[in-house]
């Protein structure tokens, strides 16, 4: 009698890896990503994305992001859609539905990219100041609380390699990298949030 070979179950990067310091520093496991390129401001594309990503599309710098669904503003002609990772497929299928014949390259990216979540830990700072100081110890960017707000969305380096990252609600910072640095980038975020290596920039009276 013939044996069937299981079908491998997919893994994320770092299998959900995390690290406890200044911050709390966590691989967020399998997301659903698509991106799209093309004209943002055409209907059918706008309305293709909008299905796949439940959200409205986000303005230049922004994210449109609750939990892991919604969208992502990259480019002035692209959007990276987020989806629950066992329905990209569908989502993907609607999308194109939805955009007939507009001229707008959609491909599933989700098992090419890993996700990271950098947040307050229960011991350190105010939540939110952390994740702020940790990623603004690796990146180009303004991240004071004045200039970089919840739902704000910013494509740059991280350290040595190119990423992206949007700041949620409850001001934790989600961050994506090409899946093939997930060991970097995760080693020098942990490095960014060691205990102790705190330098206390953003003050307890910033607002964020």
């Known amino acids: 009698m013939s044996e069937t070979t299981p079908t491998p179950r997919p893994v994320s990067a ?20 698509i991106t799209l390129r093309g004209d943002l401001a ?23 992001v609750t939990g892991d669904t919604g969208l992502c503003w990259m480019s002035p002609d692209e959007v990276l859609v987020l989806c629950p990772y066992d ?5 993907l299928k609607a999308l194109n539905a939805k955009l007939g014949g507009t001229f707008a390259p959609a491909l599933n990216v989700s098992d090419a990219r ?22 603004a110890k690796l990146c180009p960017v303004d991240l004071s609380p ?4 919840p739902g704000m ?16 609600a409850d001001q934790s910072i989600r961050i994506i990298c090409f899946r093939s640095v997930a060991e970097y980038v995760f080693g020098v975020l942990k490095a960014g949030a060691t205990q102790g290596s705190g330098v206390g920039y ?7």
């Open 153 to 168: 969305f910013r494509r740059t380096r991280l350290a040595q390699v190119p990423a992206a990252f949007w700041m949620e």
């Open 87 to 91: 329905e990209v497929t569908e989502r």
């Open 14 to 33: 770092l299998n959900n890896a995390r690290f406890d310091g200044l911050a709390e520093v966590t691989e967020c496991g399998l997301q659903g990503m």
């Open 42 to 64: 055409a209907r059918a594309l706008k309305g293709g994305a909008s299905i796949a990503g439940g959200a409205k599309m986000p303005g230049p710098g922004a994210a449109n």
């Open 202 to 208: 953003f003050r307890a009276g910033d607002t964020g």
């Open 146 to 149: 004045e200039a970089f707000k």
């Open 114 to 135: 890993a996700v990271f979540r950098v947040s307050g830990s229960v011991s350190g700072p105010v939540s939110g100041f952390a994740a702020r100081e940790v990623l």
